[in-house]
């Protein structure tokens, strides 16, 4: 209250000897907290969430993603695919321009591209496979060709992935590192958003474009002020002075029910395409036996799960429901401690008392300790003995890339990269990608990387839909996880400020072009 | 001239000897320095997790990982990364941070001043209350202000500096709404201190006094955090060591020659007091560039010590060798500068050091 009681006394102090004249309006500053620092705002080489967050607002790419996972034109007015899959031509917008007035062209594309491939960081390795240094090339100033070396029907879901660079304010500042040092600390994008200051340890502010060549409707966000900070009680503290219009999705609940209590805020929540998955490492005793799969999900309490340890939405299938196209229309799964009786009975494991084994979490968050207990206590009961370890991230990934050093059981949140039931599938359960934190199942069954094949040459919606259904009929048979729930993002946000909207594609719903501020300014 | 015992004077001994006792002072800094390099060296790489894994994010492909690892040079054997490293050390080349994907030269540049303008601010705060504490303490000895400072330390060297600081972040910033409780500035507020790199003073220089104000007004509560261990202790030392001068005979002398009680306090017993205050300064300002940390991450204050937190998490190989070793040459440069103010405050240090 004191920050907006100040503005509003600051801009009316302002207001009166600018009466006569026409009084310019304050502007409208979002403050948001975010729990980590940018790494980069460099395109090519940007990786986490908030590093796309930022790119979402300072760059622009060919298509966007709207919040059902549809491509929708950006930079490119449209766009077409050769008869064989395998060629895609795009045709940027007349009016496209950066933010230094320059239009775009094709040969932006081109570059950005090639800069992606050569550096070989970030989303580079959505493009590895399927494009190759020289495949995209300007047809006209206005029309740019990807030539894919491969039928790959998910490939459009990544183009948004790629954000494009002004060509020539980059390569005039490449140095010898392709403009890596440059675009550290500088951007050259036609984004909605132009970076104001950035202090990696505290702050990024962004501002708005007001020449922005997508134009800007009723009440736009004139400056974003993101706050890295993961503590609780400061981000309460901001809340309650007034300085902090959005919180991050990663608060604890305690946080939002505060910030709920406050009149300014409300609580925004939506059901998201991450997945919370138990990882069953499926190549070693005793999580190598289906039986002893299925014993373990039917011995997870699922309500108990999403009720109170961590409030998500229902999974069915390895695919959250997000994909509705694609979704097999599985039963839900229930906690039935004599199912799970019955299944370790069929094992080959069942005369073996007790049944060892070990189950990791990582370090740091509650709820991932209290799903560990409650795990340990249901599974205990029926025979097995859990050994529970905490983990951090790094320990997490390192132990994930050999399949004898991969727990049995693994608590781990999983959600698609772009905007396609492949970036769920493949990265998880395909056998070249094996030995990430994302596929600690090791899956390694040809049928599954069969499918998973066929649906990607498959540019037929119909055809592929199918197969993903049956992929998923497959996996709720195979066990290769528990699937817990899908995360239900929350956010407590100013009552003046509409716009979020989940979408499935990392950080693209944090696109400030697409929220407004509804109430008076000033 | 020195005085030896025996009353015979050594003409130019006493400069002399000074310089040996500087010069071995800096070679031994300069092994320690090393020693520090190797160690850290060899146990940020030993500890669990892949630094190109981390640097590239979860859903970098196995082939991305590959390619970085090469070319960090992960793949060489322990002795030639560290010869790299002490290579690139030498023209003053820390590498570059997986992290932030720029130099570390240039993370470090931008976060030391930081935690250097925090840390000065705490030590201020931790002489300008704990001296007179120490000296009101010793003064009234055994009395109820002696408890209370007494006291005062005890909370301090057990309190938390975490704890202290969320408690003055809620009382301050939610409850009273009086002070920021995040960062060196208001984030409308633009000035980049590119002088000096602390913000207090560049403020100054330039004339920017609605800039001074603010940033001490941001400085207060972070530096308050930190400073309360460090001024129960500066307490806790000063008056020690006041009551240990109190017992000497020169001072019983002063009293009976009728020497008022605040030049005895102040001139003829503070002074060499001061020797003890002065040694625990240079620990705890080297310290608490290192343990800023917490104190940095609550108020989300952009310095080095959350940066190095950080980087250790991320297994930040080059920006961890960066942290430790400019938080390491302050160590030992703290220690040094502590040495030769010793001396010149207390004299008896300088003629002993040229014995």
Sequence with gaps: ?522 | MAARPGGARVKGGCGLEFLFFLTRRVLWSFLVLVGLSMVIFTIARVVPGDPARMALGPRASQEQVADLRKSMGLDLPLAEQYARFVGGLAHGDLGASFLTKRSVNADISETFAATLELVIATIIIAFAIGVPLGVAAAHWKDGWADNCVRLFAILGAVTPSFFLALLLQVLAGYVLHVLPTTGRLPPDMAFQPDLTGLVVLDSIFRGRFDVLIEALRHLLLPALALAMATTGQIARITRSSMIDVAKQDYIEAARAFGIPTRVRLFKYMLRPSFVPPLTIMGLEFASLIGNAFVVELVFAWPGMAAYGVRTIMQKDLNAIMGVVMISGLFFVSANLLVDLIVGFVDPRVRIQGAR
């Design chain 1, 1 to 522: 209250m004191g920050e907006r009681l100040r503005r509003v006394l600051l801009a009316g102090c302002a207001a009166m000897p600018l009466a006569a004249t026409g009084a310019l309006a304050d502007p409208v500053v979002v403050t948001m907290n975010t729990v980590q620092i940018f790494s980069t705002v460099d395109p090519a080489k940007i990786s986490d969430y908030t590093d796309y967050m930022a790119s979402v607002n300072l760059y622009d790419g060919l298509v966007n993603v709207d919040r059902k996972g549809n491509l929708v034109p950006e930079l490119a007015e449209k766009w077409e695919f050769s008869a064989d899959g395998k060629e895609v031509t795009f045709h940027i917008r007349p009016d496209a321009h950066f933010q230094d007035g320059t239009p775009v062209e094709a040969s932006d594309v081109v570059y950005s591209v090639e800069r992606l491939l050569r550096i070989k960081q970030g989303p580079s390795n959505l493009f590895a496979d399927v494009l190759k240094p020289g495949s995209v090339t300007a047809v006209d100033p206005k029309t740019v060709k990807f030539a894919l070396s491969k039928t790959f029907s998910p490939f459009l879901t990544t183009v948004p992935a790629i954000r494009v660079l002004n060509a020539k304010i980059v390569q005039a500042n490449a140095g010898d590192d392709d403009g890596q040092t440059y675009l550290a600390t500088h951007t050259a994008g036609a984004g909605p958003y132009k970076l104001k200051s950035w202090e990696r340890g505290s702050q990024m502010t962004i501002e708005r474009d007001p020449n922005y060549y997508r134009g800007w409707g009723e009440g736009p966000i004139d400056e974003v002020r993101w706050l890295i900070t993961n503590n609780e009680a400061t981000v309460r503290s901001l809340a309650a002075s007034g300085e902090l219009t959005m919180t991050s999705q990663f608060q604890a609940p305690d946080t939002y029910t505060a910030l709920a209590k406050m009149d300014r805020f409300k609580i925004v929540a939506d059901d998201t395409a991450v997945a919370f998955y138990l990882k069953l490492n499926t190549k070693v005793a005793p999580t190598d036996d289906v039986h002893i799969r299925r014993a373990i999900a039917c011995a997870t309490d699922y309500e108990t799960v999403r009720k109170d340890i961590l409030p998500g939405g229902e999974l069915t299938t390895p695919l959250p429901k997000v994909f509705a196209d694609y979704h097999y229309d599985a039963a839900a799964p229930k906690f039935d401690l004599d199912c799970a009786k019955a299944e370790i009975a069929k094992s080959k494991y069942a005369e073996q008392k007790p049944i060892a084994v070990s189950l990791i979490y990582v370090a740091g968050a509650k709820f991932e300790e209290d799903l560990a207990l409650l795990m340990q206590a249901q599974l205990d009961q029926i025979g097995f003995k859990t050994t529970v370890q905490s983990e951090p991230w790094n320990r997490v990934t390192e132990v994930a890339t050999k399949v004898e050093t991969t727990p049995n059981i693994a608590e781990v949140f999983f959600g698609p990269t772009y905007p396609s039931p492949d970036s769920m599938f493949f990265t998880q359960y395909d056998s070249k990608a094996a030995g990430t934190w994302a596929s600690m199942e090791w899956l390694k069954n040809p049928d599954i990387d069969k499918q998973i094949e066929s649906a990607r040459d498959s540019s037929d919606l119909g055809e592929q839909a199918k197969i993903y259904k049956n992929l998923q009929k497959d996996l709720i048979d195979l066990q290769p996880d528990v699937f817990l729930l899908t995360q239900r993002v929350q956010h407590a946000m100013d009552k003046c400020l509409d716009g979020y909207a989940y979408v499935p594609m990392q950080s693209f719903e944090y696109n400030m072009h697409k929220y407004k501020w509804t109430c008076k300014k000033g």
